[in-house]
């Protein structure tokens, strides 16, 4: 390999041995430095490792003019931007030509969360959705491990058994990149996650798993996949639209709830695996926006200018 691919394969080696970059973000360096490097090859002009800072810059007009989406145009700068770090750090070239640079923003729209009625009457109904009292009790397990956590799905799936016997209070949980947290578990989810092991360990295929959540698959457990699909089947028995749960929205409602509730956003933080507190602070506006909806619903004054309007 040579040329722009050499450097482009050893940056992304080196994201993954240094870094412990996780696949799906080493595949997205891959694709936009790629398709940088063959912008700069189509123009004719200076190489990757020889661009400047107005390439760069006229490659953002490109991607802007192609209408390419706001959000894919500061993910492309931020992957350029870290490829040429890691070239001056290895002696490829002396600038960082996209350092200065200030990209077009990420428009970040509020989180959809459920509300906790919501919240409660999935984990009732989830103990009552599956064919087998096995399916029942796991599914069971599943919600209330998701909600009492905030993990994200794929954490949630590939959890190892060791992590949860012995009735811990805690769970250690391996999340992007190979980072580890703990989490603590509610009183409610170590029940359901005991009785989930009691039933798990009668059964001889699933008691030899490594898995917390084993599956006859390829990947050897519950996919995240199939828990989409299941808690969608959840949300019908509990009579919430289909439409407005997902995985993900229990990890909002997590941390909306816990915001709610007085919890310190670092430890939010914490608890959610965010590296950045600023990812975290969105759930602020959350509440915020939640707050005033109450607000503008309920305050007697709100009633009147309703009143007012409408006899307007």
């Not at 360096?29 to 004719?44: N, Q, T």
């Not at 698959?217 to 019908?236: C, Q, S, Y």
């Not at 939640?290 to 607000?295: E, F, G, I, K, P």
Request: hydrophobic residues 45%; aromatic residues 4%; glycine residues 10%.
């Amino acid at each position: 390999m040579t040329g722009p691919g050499r450097h482009i394969a050893t940056f992304l080696e080196a994201q993954a041995a240094e870094l412990g970059a996780a696949q799906n973000t080493l595949l997205a360096y891959g694709r936009d430095l790629e398709a940088f490097a063959g912008w700069l090859d189509a123009r004719g002009g200076a190489t990757l490792m020889e661009a400047a800072k107005e390439d760069v810059e006229a490659y953002l007009v490109a991607c802007e003019a192609e209408g390419l989406a706001q959000a894919t145009r500061a993910r492309r700068l931020s992957s350029i931007r870290q490829f040429y770090r890691f070239a001056v750090d290895e002696g490829w070239r002396g600038d960082n030509p996209a350092i200065r640079l200030r990209g077009p923003g990420r428009r970040r729209a509020l989180p959809q969360t459920l509300s906790e009625t919501q919240v409660h009457r999935l984990l009732e109904a989830a103990g009552k959705v599956g064919r087998t009292e096995a399916d029942r009790v796991r599914n069971a397990a599943l919600l209330a491990l998701l909600y009492a956590t905030g993990m994200r799905v794929s954490e949630l799936v590939g959890l190892p058994v060791a992590a949860a016997r012995g009735d811990p209070e805690m769970l250690l949980v391996r999340g992007k990149g190979g980072r580890e947290r703990l989490v603590p578990l509610s009183p409610p989810a170590r029940v359901a996650l005991a009785a989930w092991l009691a039933v798990r360990a009668r059964d001889e295929r699933r008691a030899a798993s490594p898995h917390l959540f084993p599956s006859t698959g390829r990947a050897g457990h519950l996919t995240r996949h199939r828990f989409h699909g299941l808690i969608k089947e959840i949300a019908v028995a509990a009579g919430i639209d289909p439409g407005a749960v997902t995985p993900h929205r229990l990890r909002h409602a997590f941390a909306t709830h816990l915001l709610a509730g007085g919890a310190d956003l670092r430890v939010i933080q914490t608890l959610l695996g965010h590296a950045d507190l600023g990812t975290t602070e969105i759930y602020t506006h959350v509440l915020d926006a939640r707050l005033r909806a109450l607000v503008e619903t309920h305050h007697p004054l709100a009633a009147a200018r309703r009143d007012a309007g409408s006899r307007g």
